[in-house]
Nanobody, 118 residues
Framework: QVQLVESGGGLVQPGGSLVLTCAAGGNSGNIKYINTMGWFRQAPGKDRELVATIQTSGRTNYADSVKGRFTISGDNAKNTVHLQMNMLKPEDTAVYYC?????????WGQGTQVTVSS
C-alpha cells in the first residue's frame, strides 16, 4: 500500500500564502510506478475537485480557479510534491487531499485543512 503523508495546512488571511507538501511512502512496489501526483480539495457541502497535478515528466495541470496563484512542483527521486498557494481567497477554504496514481491504482492522503479567513 502506498501511503501519502501531507503537511502544511493551516489558517491564513486573505491574500496570504501557504505551502502544502505530500510525501509518498510505504512498502508497496507501486511507489516506483507512480506517474502522477497532485492535490484535490473538498469544501463543506461540495464535491471533491481537482486543484493541480504533476506528472513525472513535469507536465502540470491546474484548475482554472487557481491558475496564476498556485504552483505545483515535484521531486521524483523523493516521491514528493509541493503546492505553493499564493493570493489565497476565502473560497480556497477546504480540506486538501494529496493524490497519487500508479497505473490504474489511485491513492489518497488523509487530508489537511486550509482555512482562509480574516
Amino acid at each position: 500500500q502506498v501511503q501519502l503523508v501531507e503537511s502544511g495546512g493551516g489558517l491564513v488571511q486573505p491574500g496570504g500564502s501557504l505551502v502544502l507538501t505530500c510525501a509518498a511512502g510505504g512498502n508497496s512496489g507501486n511507489i516506483k510506478y507512480i506517474n502522477t501526483m497532485g492535490w484535490f480539495r473538498q469544501a463543506p457541502g461540495k464535491d471533491r475537485e481537482l486543484v493541480a497535478t504533476i506528472q513525472t515528466s513535469g507536465r502540470t495541470n491546474y484548475a482554472d480557479s487557481v491558475k496564476g496563484r498556485f504552483t505545483i512542483s515535484g521531486d521524483n527521486a523523493k516521491n514528493t510534491v509541493h503546492l505553493q498557494m499564493n493570493m489565497l481567497k476565502p473560497e480556497d477554504t477546504a480540506v486538501y487531499y494529496c493524490n497519487a496514481r500508479a497505473f490504474s491504482d489511485i491513492y489518497w492522503g488523509q487530508g489537511t485543512q486550509v482555512t482562509v479567513s480574516s
